[in-house]
């Protein structure tokens, strides 16, 4: 417990901490003026171009800004130590090592569901009321209906946060864990868009992005991902996004100098 509440002082007292939770809750603000922009245009339109318009559901194309704002949380929490030196003041009050890691993964892990849960389903209530039945009632659905996938959505930036404090243990480089972050959520899918089939979706299908609607059951034909795994494949997967590289992590803090 005295190790937790060591990383849990750590995150707090650092104002960076401040600004990227404020910039992931930002995602919300940003749905608000799409789905306002988004409705003067729908209203603006003909009936004829109204008839046949159609939006993307927000809450998961905007999960990408807590998605990298979480992971970037993560990746700071482990290298921020390495740059000041303070991994070797840690590491010696706690000499087997792996306490302070799963320490700071509870406490990424922890903000980053609360972020996941605060921006999926806050951008998803502010489109349904500023869009209410337009373009062909998107938002519309019936909320049970779509709490499945808004948890799955929501579920995808602890993981990116975990990601991110993995890569930032493996690596010891802010600059290399965030950009394999944005590999992810970025380069590799537009990258895997421009593969000839079979081999775009085959490979869609394994990204972090195409999880949640695979959980859930969803096909996905509007997008770079592909949804060929069943939803308990989807679902190991997306757990193995994040406990690979912090159990790689893990066993190599314990056999490396800091």
């Known amino acids: 417990m005295s190790v937790l509440t060591s990383e849990w002082l750590k995150v707090r007292s650092v104002r960076s901490t401040y600004l990227i939770l404020g910039l992931g809750l930002g995602a919300i603000l940003l749905g608000l003026g799409l789905a306002v922009m988004a409705a003067g245009m729908y ?24 998605q990298l704002c979480m992971g970037v949380l993560g990746t700071l929490a482990i290298t921020s130590e390495h740059v000041t030196g303070l991994i070797r003041t840690s590491l010696a009050i706690v000499p087997r090592r792996w306490p ?3 320490a700071k993964s509870a406490i990424v892990g922890t903000l980053g569901l609360l972020v996941g849960v605060t921006t999926v389903f806050g951008t998803y209530f502010v489109a349904q009321a500023v869009l209410g039945d337009r373009f062909s009632g998107a938002y519309t659905a019936a909320f049970t209906d779509r709490l499945p996938f808004l948890i799955a959505t929501s579920l995808t930036v602890p993981v990116f946060a975990l990601l991110g404090l993995g890569l930032g243990a493996l ?8 950009g394999v972050l944005v590999g ?3 380069v590799i899918p537009m990258i895997i868009g421009k593969i000839p089939e079979p081999w775009s979706e085959r490979l869609g299908s394994l ?19 592909g949804s060929l795994l069943p939803p308990a494949a989807a679902a190991a997967l997306l ?7 912090l159990l790689a992590a893990t066993w190599l803090v314990r056999r490396r100098d800091a």
């Open 43 to 66: 209203d603006a339109a003909s009936p004829e171009k109204q008839s046949i318009a159609r939006i993307a559901d927000l809450e998961e194309v905007l999960v990408v800004v807590p």
């Open 100 to 102: 302070i890691l799963a």
């Open 171 to 178: 690596l010891r480089s802010a600059a290399g864990a965030i």
């Open 184 to 186: 992810l959520a970025y």
């Open 207 to 225: 990204m972090i992005g195409a999880l949640p609607r695979e959980i859930t059951g969803d096909i996905i034909t509007t997008s770079v991902y």
């Open 239 to 245: 757990v193995a996004y994040a406990a690979v590289p």
